[in-house]
């Protein structure tokens, strides 16, 4: 069994990863915004939910219970939209700047000495190649874009509750923080 390697400098390898993805900051701003976007509609969704319970429900408003519910429709069909352009425009991405990155390491592996292949034997470095560009791959096409929702809605559930009631916000994150 090998050990699980690290980068040696993680933040070096980010900067390094971060040169291959420069090329598509307009691309990536975009994909941010789609992001934030999709992350308010997703915290709009459950307000308006509310809405209709207190109001058109418990007031017994047919009238206003169809056009909230037309509302929350469309709320959630561009929820679902944002996230769909931002996940195929992220996988463009991702599918770019690896096609460069795969290029620049074919290219560092055809400039290595011999001896170097003689030490490391051939399946091996095809395996730890093909699972980091793997692993890169799942890094930037995926988990950022989770990270940067999650962080969004934990802000925004937050926001949302000290608007709603700041009492009981306060309650909450006393309780959660125990």
């Known amino acids: 069994m090998r050990k699980i390697e690290k980068a040696h400098n993680a933040r070096q390898a ?3 990863l971060a040169d291959y993805l420069k090329p598509h ?9 789609l992001v934030l976007g999709y992350t308010l509609l997703g915290l709009l969704g459950p307000y308006l939910m509310g809405v209709a319970i207190d109001r058109f429900i418990g007031g017994r408003d047919p009238a206003g ?14 929820n679902n939209l944002f996230q769909a352009v931002a996940n195929w425009i992220i996988a463009s991405i991702s599918q ?12 560092h592996l055809q400039r290595l ?5 003689d030490n ?6 095809m395996s730890r190649l093909t699972n980091d560009i793997d692993a ?4 930037v ?9 999650s962080v969004l809605s934990l802000v925004g559930i937050v926001a949302a509750m000290f608007w709603l009631n700041h009492w009981l916000a306060l309650a909450t994150l006393v309780v959660v923080t125990i």
């Open 14 to 16: 980010l900067r390094r």
């Open 25 to 33: 900051w307009l691309r990536m701003s975009f994909v941010l915004v």
């Open 65 to 78: 219970l169809g056009a909230i519910a037309i509302l929350m429709l469309l709320v959630y069909v561009f």
């Open 96 to 107: 770019r700047a690896l096609q460069q990155l795969r290029s620049d390491l074919f290219g």
């Open 113 to 117: 000495p011999l001896r170097f292949f």
């Open 120 to 125: 490391n034997p051939a399946g091996e470095l």
């Open 136 to 139: 890169i791959n799942q890094a």
């Open 141 to 149: 096409s995926q988990n950022v874009i989770s990270l940067v929702a």
